[in-house]
């Protein structure tokens, strides 16, 4: 009892000095700070940082297999050169960006509009928002083969339903015209969802007391909508629809099931062309400059976003 | 009076029609699923609405010689509760180090900055160097190699979610928890867990779920021994003449996992997914 009260004092002391007035943090404590983010620096070392490296070393040079054993030629920037000359890639950027602006635009008109009505009711948001939740969860490539069936031209239930109206049934994965378009409406299947959600925290928080005061003043519905709620939730929405801009450019899963790219270029998204030149073609030197290019775009993209958004926070 | 309740009424209505409309649409998809799985290639083909149910796809997924799909079962349980551990632990200690133990801010920024940078780059792009560097160090193929990049997959998320939890933590009870002599490692068991207990729970499961669903990275790192359920769906996809039936089976039984979580823990998923949104 009374040594540990000793002990006490000690450890007490202002700031975690020690008891000669150094000002050096007590060193068991600089111990254990570093060891408890030992590991996850560890991790980002190891996995992700070394990686990079590994990557932008892969992509000045030309590695060629032979009997198990591999030779590397250096090449310079050739790889990034080839790049620019590259017309799968560069399809593959532009379908890529259609691809997350449609589909994200819808995603974040038809979730607000759930989110809206989901918060206006009173019984059975926890239903809606289970059900809502559902395809957030399952599995991508799930996704893809569900949507496999549902596509397919001799049985899927899509032509099943516009034979039952009158209208010629539609190859609509494997015809160009319509191919991009669908694996859009997977996605925003996929994940209104998400928007849904994020949406629908934020309405929630929003302050019922300006409601309140509205009401009073005699504001009809659409009034409050268009001059309370989005004002207010505008932060809310250009924040969900910039992450899921950038999280779409994710998209893998569900092409490699769907359409593998194809028909033509019709549907080949930056993460399929990285696989297909990396690993189908067995290009890791052109594979690795491609990596490289997509990671720092993608990094440059959030650094400028969360640039702007800082400045205009602290401003506001 | 029945005339001042009735235009609430019917807008109540109206707002129950649409969002039931879109619960069908979210739902229609998976009953469609469901139903093929349990139909007979033949019924699939001809779009029988009535058809008599056969659990021969589900027989043949779990039990044929030449289905792998127990064993993508057992390896997605593996590498998905093996990560998610790993995650929890490494993302909480982080968490506390960087929230309680005064870094300076830039690592603080750092970590954190880098972890939003690598959680939105598609996985396929550190893929390629995480294949070389496995294959150097004998990792390719193996538990080890995926369960630890599920780990660094699922960590920024972790370490976001972790970082929010611990930072709510009052700091008046780390200060008597020390003055009472704990050291680190008791504050953590006996202050800190226990406080952080709904986050650990939201971040779990959500760790489990990503890494059960991770379909890219598992597909370039593992071989047939190690290959888990998403990779087997991919698999089916790919052969000449798809077997849509078992691929409905095999895909309606890879969903229970989340369906379940879905329903015992919605609290945590819809935490989990909100923290950091919203703040």
């Not at chain 2, 390629?128 to 960590?155: C, E, K, P, Q, V």
Request: glycine share 6%; net charge neutral.
């Amino acid at each position: 009892m009374y040594l540990s009260s000793t002990e006490n004092a000690r450890s007490a002391s202002p700031e975690g000095l020690v008891e000669n007035g150094s000002l050096q943090p007590l060193n068991r404590d600089r111990f254990w700070r570093n060891l408890t983010l030992a590991p996850a620096i560890l991790l980002f070392l190891a996995l992700t940082i070394l990686p990079m490296v590994n990557l932008a070393v892969l992509s000045l040079h030309d590695i060629d297999w032979a009997q198990g054993l591999s030779s590397w030629t250096y090449v310079g920037l050739k790889h990034y050169a080839s790049l620019a000359a590259d017309s799968l890639f560069k399809a593959s950027i532009l379908n890529t960006l259609v691809f997350s602006t449609v589909a994200v635009s819808v995603q974040m008109v038809l979730g607000f509009a759930l989110a809206l009505l989901t918060s206006s009711i009173v019984h059975g948001r926890l239903f809606y928002r289970t059900v809502f939740l559902l395809p957030i969860l399952v599995p991508g490539i799930i996704i893809g083969a569900i949507w496999k069936l549902m596509f397919s031209f001799d049985f899927g239930v899509l032509n099943q339903m516009a034979g039952a109206i009158g209208i010629m049934p539609r190859d609509w994965l494997g015809d160009a015209t319509y191919s991009l378009a669908s694996i859009i409406v997977v996605d925003i299947w996929h994940w209104t969802p998400f928007c849904f959600l994020l949406l629908l925290a934020s309405l929630e928080t929003l302050p019922q007391d300006v409601y309140e005061a509205s009401d009073i003043d005699g504001a009809t519905r659409w009034q409050s909508l268009w001059y309370i709620t989005i004002p207010l939730m505008l932060p809310a929405i250009a924040v969900t629809f910039v992450f899921r801009l950038i999280l779409a450019f994710k998209v893998f899963d569900e092409v490699y099931l769907l359409t593998g790219g194809g028909p033509g270029t019709s549907t080949e998204v930056v993460s399929f062309t990285i696989f297909r030149r990396f690993f189908t073609e067995d290009r890791p030197g052109y594979g690795s400059a491609m990596s490289i290019t997509t990671f720092a775009f993608i990094a440059l993209m959030i650094i400028v976003v969360s640039a702007v958004t800082r400045r205009k926070g602290s401003t506001s | 009076m029945s005339a001042a309740y009735s235009a609430p009424l019917r807008s109540t209505l109206f707002r129950h029609g649409l969002l039931v409309i879109a619960a069908a649409l979210v739902l229609f998809p998976f009953l469609w699923i469901v139903a093929a799985a349990f139909k007979t290639q033949i019924s699939l083909l001809t779009g029988q609405l009535l058809f008599q149910p056969t659990l021969a796809n589900f027989v043949n997924v779990l039990f044929s010689s030449t289905s792998d799909y127990v064993r993508n079962f057992s390896n997605s349980l593996v590498i998905a509760s093996a990560s998610t551990v790993l995650v929890l632990v490494v993302a909480t200690l982080a968490a506390y180090s960087l929230q309680c133990m005064q870094w300076p801010s830039w690592v603080l920024h750092s970590m954190l900055g880098w972890s939003v940078i690598f959680h939105m780059v598609p996985p396929i792009t550190l893929a390629g160097a995480w294949y070389s560097m496995f294959r150097t160090i004998g990792l390719d193929n193996t538990y080890t190699g995926l369960i630890l990049a599920h780990t660094t997959l699922n960590l920024p998320m972790a370490l976001w979610m972790m970082g929010v939890f611990v930072r709510d933590v009052p700091k008046e009870l780390i200060e008597a928890a020390k003055i009472d002599g704990a050291g680190t490692p008791r504050i953590l068991r006996h202050v800190i867990v226990p406080l952080v207990r709904p986050g650990l729970a939201a971040a779990g499961i959500l760790s489990f779920i990503f890494s059960w669903n991770e379909f890219a990275v598992v597909l370039t790192l593992s071989q047939r021994q190690t290959a888990t359920v998403p990779v087997a769906i991919g698999k089916y996809a790919q052969e000449n003449t798809i077997a849509y039936t078992e691929m409905a089976a095999a895909s309606v039984l890879s969903m229970m996992p989340a369906v379940l979580l879905l329903l015992i823990a919605q609290r945590f998923i819809v935490r989990g997914l909100t923290t950091g949104a919203v703040k």
